[in-house]
């Protein structure tokens, strides 16, 4: 604010806080931004975007240190791609069908949001034969869902593999996999949070390798999910970085 009042905006001054800003000086009140508005506005942004977001990362990392094959062919295919320049692309995103496969994995084991949000009934509905109330508060188990035997063979397990063997996306076309959700009402920052998670999956691995420290070396990661609207790790990873 004090930084405006001394250099005053220009109309190309249009980054995120600067719009807020705009907002807030603005005189007609439907227009305004409210401190309850702005609450629910940075809630969604933390809460739906960059958590979520570094959620997805953290969970990838925890299991690639725990499966180092996966680890080691994900590394390889970053090489072969990416090679010398160290700096990948978004346009390379789709060369790499590993790094999208480990990706998809770990949506499937470790949703960033379990159980959706949740849906309402907008009418009695009969649904497989059951009555759905008009009113009725509904929550999809993502989570479940992915963990289901019946759907996934040796669901318990990280294998990437499976979904170079399968095409399935997560855009609600395939209703195995709907981290995001699906129809109308999907995520609509997943194009963005996509993009994001294999830019900083693969930009980690590119410019480190990772270990994990002596004491943690031999047994298992603590793997102890935290409850909560978004689905992260109760202990944060721990694990170090050799820069290459």
Not at 136 to 143: C, G, K, Q, S
């Amino acid at each position: 604010m004090d930084h405006r009042r001394l250099h005053g905006m220009k109309e190309k001054d249009g980054d995120f806080l600067e719009v807020l800003l705009r907002h807030a000086a603005r005189d007609d009140d439907t227009a305004r931004l409210d401190g309850d508005t702005l609450r629910s506005l940075f809630t969604d942004l933390f809460g739906a975007g960059s958590d979520t977001s570094s959620s997805t990362v953290e969970w990838a990392m925890t299991e690639l240190l725990q499966n180092p094959i996966s680890m080691a062919e994900l590394c390889d295919e970053l090489r072969r791609v990416v090679g010398s320049r160290r700096l990948i692309a978004e346009s390379e995103i789709g060369k790499l069908p590993y790094l999208q496969a480990v990706i998809k994995e770990t949506f499937r084991l470790h949703p960033p949001a379990p159980l959706l949000l949740p849906r309402q009934a907008t009418r009695t509905i009969q649904i497989m034969g059951y009555t759905i109330p008009k009113g009725t508060r509904v929550l999809i188990n993502v989570w479940a869902m992915g963990r289901d035997e019946d759907i996934w063979p040796e669901a318990g397990k990280f294998m990437p593999e499976r979904f170079l063997e399968r095409t399935i996306d997560y855009k609600g076309g395939d209703l195995e996999l709907i981290p995001f959700g699906a129809g109308r009402r999907i995520c609509p920052g997943m194009p963005l949070a996509v993009r994001m998670v294999h830019v900083l999956l693969a930009s980690l691995l590119i410019h480190f390798k990772w270990r994990l420290p002596a004491e943690v070396e031999g047994n298992r990661i603590d793997m102890t999910e935290k409850f909560g609207l978004t689905l992260a790790k109760a202990n944060h990873l721990c694990a170090m970085a050799i820069p290459t």
